[in-house]
């Protein structure tokens, strides 16, 4: 291959691979093309590493899927054996993917046939291979680590930090008071009348309301603490360094006034909250959170009878 053809094909191997972004299954089915094509191959098998094992992730042709999830050990194929390609009834390779020195994955080749010069790989061109697509494997293993971790942690809805989450982070707080000394607070938000929109207005306005409780419930929140969904229309927040009550009080009163300040497509919110403070009122998370919801139930019931009056006289004026 002429220097030439050389440099069109890295342009264009660059070009692929930029254009499907850190997408880890479409790097990987990229990838078993180009070494297809590069290498005249048969079968191709891309192998990350897993649990200490090289495990296929990417098959071709020969390989099949049945391969797919199986270690390198279990794959029963010629390429499996070397390291450089063979002269013979089979050609068959491992070509090495690094980034950045880290090795990110291995594609195992087989082509069938005896071999000519004119259908051997270039050795440029894979080495380019082996640094581009390396890097692509690389950093879309890394995001997809990132986005399952994301997934694992944070509320689908409403973006905040979900109950497995929040407990983990609790667990810490508790931890930094025993060595600092300094308080830290649960509080436990639960959504009055959600039932009610969704019965009332939909589903979707009933989500539209839990989105727009949390934003504000993140709005002037302080990097150390913690917003979270517990799940439904519950709610806690976990405010690291407490002072004084004072603060905890000032947090809720600002909530109030946003839902009173709302804009007017959105619906009427209100709230009901109980507080616990570590370590006066409770030893553990568990202990924390259970006070935290005797409070905020026992304000939510003092309301009952207001909501009660309040019905009350709209069915009189109807």
Request: glycine share 8%; charged share 25%; hydrophobic share 40%.
């Amino acid at each position: 291959m002429s220097k030439t053809d050389q440099s069109q094909t890295t342009l264009e191997l660059l070009r692929s691979y930029a254009s499907i972004g850190p997408n880890l299954q479409r790097v990987l089915d990229l990838t078993v093309l180009t070494v297809s094509t590069l290498c005249s191959a048969d079968a191709v098998a891309i192998l990350l590493q897993e649990d200490g094992h090289w495990v296929c992730k990417a098959a071709k042709d020969a390989v099949d899927a049945v391969y797919i999830g199986r270690r390198e050990d279990e794959l029963c194929w010629a390429a499996q054996a070397s390291h450089q390609p063979v002269t013979g009834a089979h050609t068959h390779g491992d070509l090495q993917l690094f980034c950045d020195g880290r090795l990110a994955a291995r594609v195992l080749w087989e082509r069938t046939g005896k071999p000519c010069a004119p259908t051997d790989p270039c050795p440029v061109l894979l080495d380019v291979l082996s640094s581009v697509a390396g890097g692509a494997i690389y950093w879309a293993t890394e995001l997809s680590q990132d986005r399952l971790f994301k997934m694992a942690t944070t509320d689908a809805l409403t973006g905040l930090a979900n109950r497995r989450q929040f407990l983990s982070r609790a667990d810490e707080a508790l931890a930094r008071v025993l060595r600092t000394g300094r308080r830290c607070a649960v509080v436990a938000i639960d959504m009055d009348g959600l039932k009610g929109i969704n019965d009332t207005q939909g589903h979707n306005a009933g989500d539209d309301a839990l989105v727009f409780l949390a934003q504000q419930l993140e709005l002037g929140m302080r990097s150390t603490d913690t917003t979270a969904r517990l799940g439904g229309d519950e709610f806690a927040l976990l405010l690291a360094d407490v002072g004084d009550d004072g603060y905890i009080e000032g947090i809720l009163e600002r909530l109030r006034k946003a839902l009173d300040e709302r804009p007017e497509h959105v619906l009427s919110l209100r709230f009901s909250a109980g507080v616990a403070v570590f370590p006066e009122d409770g030893h553990s998370v568990a202990e924390l959170l259970a006070t935290a919801d005797d409070r905020m139930y026992a304000e939510k019931r003092l309301k009952s009878p207001r909501r009660l009056k309040q019905q009350s006289a709209i069915a009189s004026a109807i």
